[in-house]
Nanobody, 126 residues
């Protein structure tokens, strides 16, 4: 089992920045991939960014590429999502997710992940 706890959400004006954190505990394999997803009201949960825990290789949704940066601190078992140049369309509940499977592709579907945090609200005002 893996437990994930997000923090760092809040209210920010358009153009501002926020950093989300996801602290992981439990059985995290060396193959683990950590993902960030978001879900706006009445919309499907969508992929935002992912990072392979061991290598640090990253991948992003086109909608956030160049604005968001995902990173990790292996010593703290923590993954971060630095969000810059925020837009009102970025408003959503943001979720951290984990998969221990040994992926050969970059998983970007919610069904690809086995463990989820409780979510943290990000609101961007115009």
């Amino acid at each position: 089992q893996v437990q994930l706890v997000e923090s760092g959400g809040g209210l920010v004006q358009a153009g501002g920045s926020l950093r989300l954190s996801c602290a992981a505990s439990g059985r995290i394999f060396s193959t683990a991939i950590m993902g960030w997803f978001r879900q706006a009201p009445e919309k499907d949960r969508e992929f935002v960014a992912g990072i392979k825990f061991s290598s640090g290789s990253t991948y992003y949704a086109d909608s956030v590429k160049g604005r968001f940066d995902v990173s990790r601190d292996n010593a703290k078992n923590t993954v971060y999502l630095q969000m810059n140049s925020l837009k009102p369309d970025d408003t959503a509940v943001y979720y951290c997710a984990a998969s221990n499977r040994d992926w050969r592709v970059q998983p970007a579907r919610a069904d690809d992940y086995d463990y989820w945090g409780q979510g943290t609200q990000v609101t961007v005002s115009s």
